[in-house]
């Protein structure tokens, strides 16, 4: 091991080989819905009902996540029949009027997934490249539907 650590390339590949769940991280700015498809989404702590959500300091949910007119965020977990969501919000082509978008209290959600987390913003650390949202789970739902993985750069489904 070097003072530097593991290479970027490196350190992805070993981290390619934990599966995770997909999500889209949601926000409002201004009248426009914004979404982001993350990876890097755990759970904190069951009392106070606590989620962290890492966000890559270039990509544009940054930068709107970091704003102070931003109070609350989305969390929603895919289910394995939305994976052309995860590809729409990563960036890649995708038609837009696909998002089943839906509001809670004027924050913008996507319906058909998983679950649903509304956060509000408790904690901003930055983190390297990344910067860590902690945020305070102020409402949930969720479905029995079976969830989309990411595993070694692909797409899977459970069974």
């Known amino acids: 091991m070097t003072d530097t650590g593991l290479s970027p390339q490196e350190f992805r590949q070993t981290l390619g ?76 082509p995708g038609p837009e009027d696909l998002v089943t978008w839906f509001d809670h209290e004027g924050l913008p ?17 930055p983190a390297g490249d990344h910067t860590l949202f902690l945020g305070f789970v102020e409402y949930s739902r969720y479905t029995d539907d079976d969830p989309l993985l990411y595993f070694r750069g692909q797409y899977h489904e459970l069974g």
């Open 109 to 125: 959600l996507i319906g058909g997934s998983v679950a649903q987390l509304v956060c509000r913003k408790h904690q901003v650390i």
């Open 17 to 92: 080989r934990f599966a995770s769940g997909v999500t889209i991280i949601t926000a409002r700015s201004g009248q426009e819905r914004r979404g982001m498809t993350a990876s890097a989404f755990v759970s904190v702590s069951l009392q106070p009902p606590l989620i962290l959500v890492s966000v890559d300091e270039r990509a544009q949910m940054h930068a709107l996540l970091c704003g102070d007119d931003v109070t609350h965020f989305g969390v929603n977990v895919l289910s394995a029949t939305q994976r052309h969501l995860s590809d729409h919000f990563a960036g890649r």
